[in-house]
């Protein structure tokens, strides 16, 4: 738990901070940390309450090794640390006396100042003081950003190329390890038929049949983000980028919302997902906030209801941008409510189900209506093909608009198929022994072409003869 100050180095300083030790069960207090290249090198002086004791480390690519340590007892309170270093000699303090005196040359250099805590340790700081010759820090490298998702004039731009998008609604993509593996490891099967948007969501969504609630909520009831869902959404986000795709980042949703302790913790989700997305330069990706909202049934939270719609979406909105400026944000109505599609300070226009494809603004239909069921999942009869198939159509004649399909074979968790949630496309849906949803895929193949950032080629077809005409 490692907090650096940016724009600034220090070599030769005089540090001090002010700790309270507040609670923790594995660990408590902290301490200042100096001469820091990044997260993984640097200089720490802390005092732990648990152990009592006030301790010296050089971190060297994560590794932390003990320079020197004193017994020195915790009571309730505030406290001081401070740490003098010039040169390669540290002097550490306490309350005002010194306790530690150590020479050492792991860094030499100028680095950034910052705090450090560890474990599960709840500590409050305050009056964090630094004396010394000011430098401007170094550019501190970190991960390396994707491509940038925009719009310009109502058109999707990846990279500042206009693109086309045709999508799949992989609602529960990030379950665990191994789904999100399968969906990595199909990526390439989806660009070569044309696929290139996909959608994930953190919370919530129908998890089809036995259970329609067994999807993940991704946040705790505080609003905090759990710590393995960030790595699975960046490896999803990063290996679709390798593609030239976009993805969608759905936030919040009906079934899970009321998890939510309050709209305080509602808000912390969005921005600590707007804030991992920001630091860790996920930049091909657009988001849906809340997912159905005003739904009937499933969504509780007030702040996810009318009254209000409109004032209630853009101050979610307004969260989120705060600490994500540059990455696209909608919000998505329940069909056949009295919520709009609209609202001020809404960059994507989401709508779901059978909803009119409104002329203007990027729209993205993220949840078509599905065409297959939880209980028989990937089997579809020539009435659901061609309503599937039209859908394509409408949404191929609409320039402004995207599509992402939809079914449960895709969508849910378990099925009558017991494999679900499928990254794979499957087989034809003609049948039990034949589940799938490989003629979504052929069909954006053939009509619009394969992927190839950052355009579409059309696939030519292979000449039919004339007895397979006759066929």
């Not at 306490?94 to 100028?110: I, S, T, V």
């Not at 199909?186 to 049949?209: F, K, P, R, S, T």
């Amino acid at each position: 738990n490692v907090a650096l100050i940016d724009g600034l180095a220090m070599q030769d300083v005089d540090l001090s901070v002010r700790f309270k030790a507040i609670a923790g069960e594995f660990d408590r207090g902290g301490g200042l940390v100096w001469r820091a290249k990044d997260k993984s090198n640097y200089y720490i002086c802390r005092h732990n309450p648990i152990e009592n004791n006030l301790r010296l480390y050089h971190v060297v690519a994560g590794k932390r090794t003990l320079l020197d340590s004193r017994d020195v007892a915790y009571v309730g309170g505030w406290h001081t640390v401070r740490v003098t270093m010039r040169g390669e000699h540290i002097e550490c303090f306490y309350d005002g006396k010194k306790y530690l005196d150590e020479d050492d040359a792991a860094f030499a250099d100028a680095g950034r100042i910052g705090l450090w805590s560890k474990a599960d340790a709840q500590t409050y700081f305050d009056d964090l003081t630094a004396i010394g010759e000011q430098t401007e820090s170094p550019a501190i490298a970190g991960p390396p950003a994707t491509r940038e998702f925009s719009l310009q004039d109502g058109r999707p731009h990846l990279a500042g190329h206009a693109i086309d998008l045709w999508g799949l609604r992989c609602g529960n993509a990030l379950y665990s390890e191994a789904t999100v593996e399968r969906h990595v490891r199909n990526l390439d099967n989806m660009a070569a038929h044309g696929i290139n948007l996909i959608g994930c969501y953190i919370q919530g969504v129908n998890a089809g049949w036995p259970d329609p609630n067994a999807g993940i909520n991704g946040f705790h009831r505080d609003g905090r983000l759990r710590a393995e869902i960030g790595p699975r959404l960046e490896r999803l986000i990063r290996e679709a980028d390798r593609r030239g795709m976009v993805v969608m980042v759905g936030l919040l949703g009906p079934r899970k919302d009321q998890e939510f302790y309050d709209d305080a913790a509602i808000r912390r989700a969005i921005e600590e997902t707007g804030r991992f997305l920001t630091s860790r330069r996920l930049k091909n990706v657009f988001v849906d906030l809340c997912h159905e909202f005003n739904h009937p049934e499933r969504i509780d939270k007030e702040l996810l209801r009318e009254p209000g719609g409109a004032e209630k979406k853009q101050r979610l909105t307004q969260w989120f941008k705060a600490v994500a400026a540059d990455i696209e944000a909608g919000v998505c109505p329940c069909v056949d409510t009295e919520t709009g599609d609209s609202y001020p300070g809404m960059e994507v226009r989401i709508i779901q189900k059978n909803m009119p494809i409104p002329s203007d603004g990027f729209v993205v239909n993220v949840e078509p209506v599905r065409q297959d069921v939880y209980q028989n999942d990937g089997i579809f009869n020539q009435t659901n093909l061609d309503s599937i198939f039209a859908d394509c159509r409408r949404y191929e004649a609409a320039p402004n608009a995207a599509l992402m399909f939809h079914a449960a074979f895709i969508q849910g968790i378990g099925n009558f198929s017991g494999t679900a949630p499928h990254a794979e496309m499957g087989g034809y849906g003609t049948g039990p022994n034949d589940r799938g949803v490989r003629f979504y895929y052929e069909w954006v193949r053939d009509n619009v072409g394969r992927w190839q950032y950052p355009k579409h080629i059309r696939v030519p077809r292979a000449p039919v003869s004339t007895e397979e005409e006759q066929e």
